[in-house]
Every structure is written in structure tokens, then in C-alpha cells.
């Protein structure tokens, strides 16, 4: 894949300044009075050595205002500059970030599918930083700086432009060396940012698992992981300071030769009888003046790359296509029937099937139970109902309507979903359970906690309802989020319910109280339950068995046991796992 170059990237960046035009030509206007005052030290220099010479009281009265001017006009030129190419920088970033996080909400499973979330996260904090750097502090001294060498060159060229040409005559050796630091600073910028996201990923999945690592004495494992990871983005991060370290010493020997050449030539005979002694002292201090700006704006030039290869970056993810939602349709009063027409699904072209043709018709209000060993396919199926996944032949429907007719948003707010792994967010547990739902009756809350059996255990908290639980629910045991996950789908009243290992979690005595809860909550709700533990499916009104992608058996428990099938089979292992 061809890598964009510079101008077009911030071309695509300047997209994002344009909003914020005003502010921009506020700043502009500030560090051109900053270049202007700058500039204008030479001018007093000329002033001051020609006016020694022949002083009068004018002179003595003016050259003092003149200073006072000039450095007022600097001081609120940089303030101008300063603060509104900052207020643009961050607006930048703002909606350049927000843009990104919202556009990965909208992605499909597939790509979640494809990508560590340690990868993700640092797109959305690491690379948006290092963009910061290119909108702020890049352009603050490309502007700044910018502006006061063309400002010097302009005055070096009025006052002798044949010196000033000859000064010049190192500008192609100057632009070899920084257009080569640039294409190097941009690839290990490229490394260094993909070696962020390995750091990210790895330390994300070592503390997220602690609990793991430690049982299994893994802590020097992972820290052995770690260090390489780091050990890697180090390694990189020292390459661009080599290269940093290398071309700038470069540029500045190269300036200070030309300058000395000028020196050189300004002092011959010829030269100087057309210049005063002022202009001679202000043509070096003019040239002098330039070495400083042109350092600074050598030196931003790896802010700049890493700016570049991490707006880059962004720009590929907002490239990615977002799940696709050509529907049309609006559901309304949803009735329930679900029909799975010649159903395939793989993950991918080079993947091998997950299901293979499946056929089936689910009535409105029927509890469908799936059951089958890891991999048969009972979660993948019931994933095409909220459109996670669309199927690779066939088709889904609902109340004979196919799927990818209704709008994605609309669909999936008929649909209450609550799986095995349980998520929670770090926030009370009454905005947990009225997840999506600002201000939400606190009534209908507590109804819903009521019908999942969590209102006891949830009163017993320090501060009840108003309790914020920690990361993904930390501060509960494994069966209370479970029924707090059940109480967030009651809440959701939603036509259609899908139970993925929803009761895996519970202790005997939950089970059974959520059994009782799941028998009114599915009463007139087509519901669809994926169970390891049988026992829990007793009551469905059919039982599906899946193997390898296919429906291999189908009816109601009893059914299922005197055909002394799949089922039954099942079924007698875990009997002899209980009573064992």
C-alpha cells in the first residue's frame, strides 16, 4: 500500500483547521507582528551604529522608544500567536479524536475481530497526542520561525541583495539533508507508534488478568514480555534520536560556513565602500538572526513526521468501513418470528465454515433453547440476529422481513442481549441497569433488579443503587453481575431476548431464582437461550443440539430423551458429573 505524502496529509489536516478559520488568522497575524518586531533588531543595529557617529537629542529620544516598541510588538505578537494556534491545535485534536473513537463504535465485529484493543486504545490516546504535536507545536514554531526568516531574508536582500544570494547558495544542501531526516523520521516514527500499541496491548492484558498470571506463576513471563516490547519501542525511539542528533549539527555547520563566507565577503574593500558601518553591523546581525529560527525549525522537523505518520495512521482507520446499514425499515411492533433460511457463515474467505445451511422457523413468543459443545456454532448463530456478523449465504428474518432491511439501530433495540462475559462500566449500578437511558426512572430500575433477584444484594451496598462498582463490575462476585447484566435486559423490555450462557455464574440457590425471573421475563418474548448447564433448559418449548455448524437434533426435552440421541447423551454425562 503506497504511503501519502506529506502535503497531502496536511492538506487532510487543514481540513480539520478550517472551522477554526478565524482563530488561525489571528495567530497568523500574531507571529507575522512577532517576525515584523524580530526583524527589526537588524534595522536598530543600522540605527544605532550610524547615529553614534552623528548623535543628536531626536536620536537619543527615539532609539530608546524604538526598543520599547518593538520588543511590545514581539510580546504581543507571541502572545497572539501563541494562544490561538493553541486553541486551534486542541480543537483539532478534539474532533480528530472524537471522530476517530466514534467512527470505531460504528465498525463491524469483523474488524474488533482483527485488532487488539491495546492497538485501538492507542490510536484513540498515543497517535492523537502525536498529532497534537504536528497542530500545535509544529506549526507554532513553523509559522513563528517561519515567518522571521523570510522576514530576515527580505531585509538581508534590501540591504545588499548580491551578498544575499551568495549567503542563500547553502539552501540546497540545507533542503538534501532535511528532506532525508524527514523520510527517515516518518518510518521509525511509523515503528515507534505501532510499538506503542504493543506495549498497550501487552500491559493491558497482564493487568486485566492478573488473577491469571499470578495462579500461574506467570509474572516473570510477562514481564519478559513487556520488556521486549518496550525494549523494542526504546530501540526505535533512539534511531530517531541519532537521526535528530545527526542532521541538525549538520544544518548549523552548514549555515555557519555560508555565514562565515559572507563575513568573508562583506569585509572586502570594494564592498564596503558602498555600505555605512550601520548596515554592514545590521546585514551580519540580520544574518546571524537566522541561525537560531532555521535550528528551531530543523529540530520540529521530527515532531512534524511523527505527527504525519500518526495522522496517517487515523486517516486508514477512518477509511475502514462501517458496518454496513442499508436497511430501510423501522421495526415497530415487533411480533417475534425469526426464520433462518439456508443460514452459512465462515469469519473469513480463507476461514472454514462456522454454520453450515441452517433452517429454521422460531414462532413469536417460543423459548428456543441451543445447546452443543464449544465450537458447534450456538453463539455465532444467535449473533446474526443483532446483525454482529451477516451471514456469508442465506438469509435472516424477522417477522418475514430479512434483516439487512431494517435499520441497524432501530433492529437492535428490539433485541436484549446477555452473555457469558458479563460487561459492566464504571459507573453506579442504576446507570449499569439503565444502561443507554439518562435519567431513567429509578422505580423501573429497581423493578427490574427486583425481577433478576439483585434488589437484596444491591440495598446491601455502601450506597445502594447510587454504588459505583469499579471496572466491569470488580467490586461484585461473578453471579451478582450476572444478574445485574439480566437486570439491564428486563429494563430493556425487549421483544427479543438472547441468553448466552446467561446463568453460568450463579450459585444453586441464584439459579434458581433467576430461573423463576427468566420464566416471566421470557413469557410473550421470543428467547433465545445457549446453555452448558441442561438443567436449566428443562422448561424451553424446543431444544436445539448443534454440531460442527449444523442442527443435528431438535424438540422438547422429553422428546430429546426417549429418542436416546445427541441430547440424551449430553444429558447422562452431566447427570454422572453431579452426582460424581
Not at 482483527?114 to 497526542?129: C, D, F, K, N, Q
Not at 502525536?130 to 526568516?149: H, P
Amino acid at each position: 500500500m503506497t504511503q501519502p505524502d506529506s502535503l497531502t496529509l496536511y492538506r487532510r489536516l487543514l481540513g480539520y483547521v478550517k472551522p477554526h478559520w478565524r482563530q488561525f488568522a489571528v495567530a497568523v497575524l500574531g507571529y507575522a507582528i512577532y517576525a515584523a518586531s524580530s526583524t527589526a533588531l537588524a534595522e536598530m543595529m543600522k540605527r544605532l551604529i550610524d547615529g553614534i557617529r552623528d548623535p543628536d537629542a531626536a536620536f537619543r529620544l527615539y532609539l530608546p522608544l524604538f526598543v520599547i516598541v518593538m520588543f511590545a510588538a514581539r510580546g504581543l505578537g507571541t502572545f497572539l500567536g501563541t494562544y490561538f494556534m493553541s486553541g486551534v491545535a486542541r480543537n483539532v485534536v478534539h474532533a480528530l479524536r472524537c471522530n476517530v473513537f466514534n467512527h470505531m463504535l460504528h465498525l463491524p465485529g469483523s474488524f474488533f475481530d482483527a485488532h487488539s484493543s491495546g492497538h485501538l486504545i492507542s490510536r484513540v490516546t498515543y497517535h492523537v497526542e502525536q498529532v497534537t504535536g504536528a497542530a500545535s507545536n509544529a506549526i507554532t514554531v513553523i509559522l513563528r520561525e517561519g515567518l522571521f526568516v523570510i522576514g530576515l531574508i527580505l531585509y538581508l536582500l534590501w540591504t545588499n541583495w548580491m551578498l544575499t544570494l551568495l549567503f542563500l547558495a547553502v539552501t540546497p544542501l540545507i533542503g538534501g539533508v532535511v528532506r532525508y531526516a524527514s523520510k527517515r523520521f516518518r518510518e521509525i516514527s511509523r515503528r515507534i507508534q505501532n510499538s506503542m500499541g504493543d506495549v498497550t496491548h501487552v500491559a493491558s492484558e497482564a493487568l486485566t488478568g492478573y488473577k491469571v498470571v499470578r495462579t500461574h506463576g506467570a509474572e516473570d513471563y510477562e514481564k519478559r514480555r513487556f520488556a521486549a516490547a518496550s525494549a523494542y519501542n526504546r530501540d526505535q525511539s533512539m534511531k530517531e534520536a541519532l537521526t535528530k542528533a545527526v542532521s541538525t549539527p549538520v544544518i548549523q555547520l552548514s549555515v555557519a560556513i555560508s555565514l562565515a563566507a559572507l563575513v568573508w565577503l562583506a569585509m572586502a574593500p570594494e564592498l564596503m565602500e558602498d555600505m555605512t558601518p550601520g548596515e554592514f553591523v545590521a546585514f551580519i546581525t540580520a544574518a546571524s538572526l537566522m541561525a537560531k529560527p532555521i535550528k528551531s525549525l530543523t529540530d520540529v522537523n521530527s515532531v512534524i513526521q511523527k505527527g504525519l505518520a500518526a495522522s496517517d495512521e487515523l486517516f486508514r482507520l477512518l477509511e475502514e468501513p462501517a458496518e454496513i446499514d442499508a436497511g430501510y425499515r423501522d421495526p415497530q411492533s415487533v411480533r417475534g418470528e425469526v426464520r433462518f433460511e439456508g443460514v452459512r457463515f465462515a469469519y473469513g474467505s480463507d476461514q472454514p465454515e462456522v454454520l453450515k445451511g441452517i433452517e429454521l422457523t422460531v414462532a413469536p413468543g417460543e423459548m428456543i433453547a441451543i445447546v452443543g459443545r464449544s465450537g458447534s456454532g450456538k453463539s455465532t448463530l444467535v449473533n446474526l440476529l443483532p446483525r454482529f456478523y451477516r451471514p456469508t449465504q442465506g438469509r435472516v428474518t424477522l417477522d418475514g422481513v430479512p434483516l439487512d432491511a431494517y435499520r441497524l439501530s432501530p433492529l437492535r433495540r428490539q433485541i436484549a442481549l446477555v452473555s457469558q462475559q458479563v460487561t459492566l462500566f464504571n459507573t453506579t449500578v442504576a446507570d449499569n441497569i439503565a444502561y443507554g437511558v439518562p435519567g431513567a426512572d429509578r422505580e423501573a430500575v429497581a423493578a427490574a433488579a427486583r425481577a433478576a433477584y439483585a434488589d437484596d444484594f444491591i440495598r446491601r451496598l455502601p450506597n445502594g443503587y447510587d454504588t459505583v462498582i469499579g471496572d466491569n463490575g470488580v467490586m461484585l462476585s461473578g453471579g451478582q453481575r450476572q444478574r445485574l447484566a439480566i437486570a439491564r435486559a428486563i429494563f430493556k423490555d425487549a421483544p427479543l431476548l438472547v441468553l448466552d450462557e446467561a446463568t453460568s455464574a450463579l450459585d444453586t440457590e441464584s439459579e434458581r431464582y433467576i430461573q423463576q425471573a427468566l420464566e416471566t421475563v421470557c413469557r410473550g418474548r421470543t428467547t433465545f437461550v445457549i446453555a452448558h448447564r441442561l438443567s436449566t433448559i428443562e422448561r424451553a418449548d424446543r431444544i436445539l443440539v448443534m454440531e460442527q455448524g449444523e442442527i443435528v437434533e431438535s424438540g422438547t426435552h422429553g422428546e430429546l430423551i426417549e429418542r436416546d440421541g445427541a441430547y440424551a447423551a449430553l444429558h447422562r454425562l452431566q447427570f454422572q458429573e453431579v452426582t460424581a
